[in-house]
């Protein structure tokens, strides 16, 4: 196999193989499991085993192809020994290449060099380990993994020459594979690399189609289901969905009756019918989102129905399925990965404007100009950014997502179904959490709200949404101004005649001239002016909110409410 002076088609032999390494990304990348365990921000132990199980076996087949030169080697086992430390960290690389190393020594395949390949192999496991956190920093990883292949692959060299014997044959056998395994493994491990980053890179791409395709729905259906879950907005949804996705047909029922189908089968799945399909039951009876591959799947009774694959989808409300969303292909084995991630990601979304849709109930709310100011303050900003922050989370991280659904249809029921006059302040505390919960799916650990001590245990009544508007006003202007890490303390104390609560920032500060606008004009577009004139309206002049503030280092508001 080896020819004089063959060196460069020991390189040509050593690239070719290049194939089985393709093979491998292929197969690693093509598994979901494998994706998810490297999309994540912290592997577990699990994670790690499965990892080093697979670049292990990687290596130990990269040694059995390895090509026999001169009573030793010239192999690709360091590919797998490397990528496996690159990309899963210093556990997986170092116990990778102890694996991959003892298999090398203990076959004995390759005579006099055995153990300078095993404790190569080990040190070059050590080393991606060393590596994997720059690895993992840098922006052309394909190159740093070139490179970085190149200096572990030097080194085995200098170990062979070290440790191998008789010396003379370590010195020609380095003469002969050094070049050629320098060049072909760093470019194995590169080619690795790359193709790991192109998957990536591709679902983020379809991650992106599919989140601007649910957004553009989305904000085309709001002010449809806003007016109700009935057979009208269903109708006008479903032929935009249907409009935008490339299906056969969609679909939305109630827990009993068709309330829309357009598309294939829409002579035989009208509108007011019963609904037809066992699967729709099913998704119904169970809530969760089921998928039919083959039309006998489906269950419909109608004898040969062009539905033949399908992805139903619960619409939720609360805990509770209301209905259900379809989306149908005329063709068995045609629903898609990506069509099961739009339609969890619609129906969650659509469900959510179920829960919005009540708002209509709440039109005597703007009867009264107090709350109106309130309704003003609702701004559709903060309602798509929350929704595109959702729809981000729906594919890699869907608990999450659901989690955020909720507080969000918390949220805007508190705020707009709110007909007393007083609540209690837990309620009121309940509300702050929830909006917080909503905002640190965007700003995560740059904002921190506090409430100590547990105001919750105090019954008191408090005006409603007296709380969050000044909390709000905290985060939207840190946020403006750039403030590193938004902290809010909230705290309660009572004293004989009144409930005090503080509301502390560290943001940047309100000047005096606007305290001075705040309390004593008329600015309710301003969430403090109208806390500050609702609770003048309410208990008088000696009430109004106490504002204390230093420029760039934050302010206190103090809100006094009446115990009797």
């Known amino acids: 196999m080896w020819v004089t002076n063959g060196a460069f088609?020991?390189?040509?032999?050593?690239?070719?193989?290049g194939g089985l390494i393709v093979f491998f990304a292929l197969v690693l990348f093509r598994l979901r499991l494998f994706r998810g365990i490297l999309s994540r921000s912290k592997i577990t132990i699990r994670d790690k085993f499965v990892l080093i199980l697979f670049f292990s076996t990687m290596g130990i087949i990269g040694t059995y192809t390895g090509i026999p030169i001169q009573g030793a080697l010239a192999n690709s086992r360091v590919v797998g020994v490397f990528v496996g430390g690159l990309i899963g960290g210093p556990a997986v690389g170092i116990i990778t290449g102890l694996i991959a190393g003892m298999h090398r020594w203990a076959i004995d395949i390759g005579g006099f060099t055995s153990v300078a390949c095993m404790a190569s192999t080990i040190v070059e496991g050590c080393i991606a380990a060393l590596l994997s956190r720059r690895f993992r920093q840098s922006e052309n990883k394909w190159i740093f993994a070139f490179f970085a292949g190149i200096v572990a692959e030097t080194i085995q060299m200098i170990i062979i020459l070290i440790i191998a014997r008789p010396f003379a044959a370590a010195v020609n056998l380095v003469s002969i594979i050094g070049i050629p395994m320098v060049l072909g493994n760093a470019i194995g491990i590169s080619m690795f690399i790359a193709i790991s980053e192109s998957f990536f890179k591709e679902e983020e791409r379809i991650s992106a189609i599919q989140s601007q395709k649910i957004l553009k729905i989305v904000e085309k259906t709001l002010p449809i289901f806003r007016r109700g879950f009935n057979e009208e907005s269903a109708e006008k949804t479903a032929k935009i969905i249907y409009r935008e996705l490339n299906v056969s047909a969609v679909a939305f029922t109630n827990t009993e009756r068709i309330l829309s189908h357009v598309g294939a089968g829409h002579n035989h799945h009208t509108q007011g019918m019963l609904i037809q399909t066992e699967l729709t039951h099913k998704a119904l009876h169970q809530g969760t989102i089921q998928i039919a591959r083959l039309g006998k799947e489906i269950g419909c009774k109608t004898p040969r129905c062009a539905l033949q694959s399908a992805v139903i989808a619960p619409l939720m409300k609360g805990n509770t399925p209301i209905g259900t969303l379809k989306l149908y292909r005329d063709k068995p084995y045609t629903i898609s990965q990506a069509d099961v991630e739009i339609a969890k990601g619609l129906a969650s979304l659509l469900s959510l404007q179920v829960?919005?849709?009540?708002?209509?109930?709440?039109e005597r709310l703007l009867a009264k100009a107090e709350l109106r100011a309130l309704q003003s303050q609702i701004h559709p900003h903060f309602l798509f950014n929350t929704i595109n922050t959702i729809s981000s989370m729906i594919t890699d991280e869907p608990l999450k997502a659901k989690e955020l659904l909720l507080d969000l249809s918390d949220y805007y029921r508190n705020r707009l179904y709110l007909v007393k006059d007083m609540i209690s302040l837990q309620a009121e505390i309940e509300n702050i959490k929830t909006y917080v919960a909503i905002e640190k799916a965007r700003f995560g650990d740059k904002l921190s709200v506090i409430i100590k001590p547990n105001c919750d245990n105090f019954q008191c009544m408090v005006p409603p949404l007296i709380?969050?508007?000044?909390?709000?006003?905290?985060?939207k202007y840190g946020v403006q101004k750039n403030v590193q890490k938004i902290e809010v303390n909230i705290k309660a104390e009572k004293t004989e005649k009144d409930l005090i609560i503080s509301i502390t920032d560290n943001g940047i500060g309100i000047p005096p001239y606007k305290i001075e606008e705040i309390l004593h004009k008329d600015q309710l577009n301003h969430g403090l002016s109208n806390v500050n004139q609702r609770l003048i309206n309410l208990y008088g002049e000696d009430y109004a909110l106490h504002i204390t503030s230093e420029e760039g280092k934050g302010t206190v508001v103090w809100i006094h409410i009446p115990l009797e």
């Open 355 to 362: 829960e919005l849709s009540a708002v209509d109930k709440g």
């Open 467 to 475: 709380l969050q508007p000044i909390v709000e006003n905290a985060v």
């Open 9 to 17: 088609k020991l390189l040509i032999d050593l690239i070719s193989q």
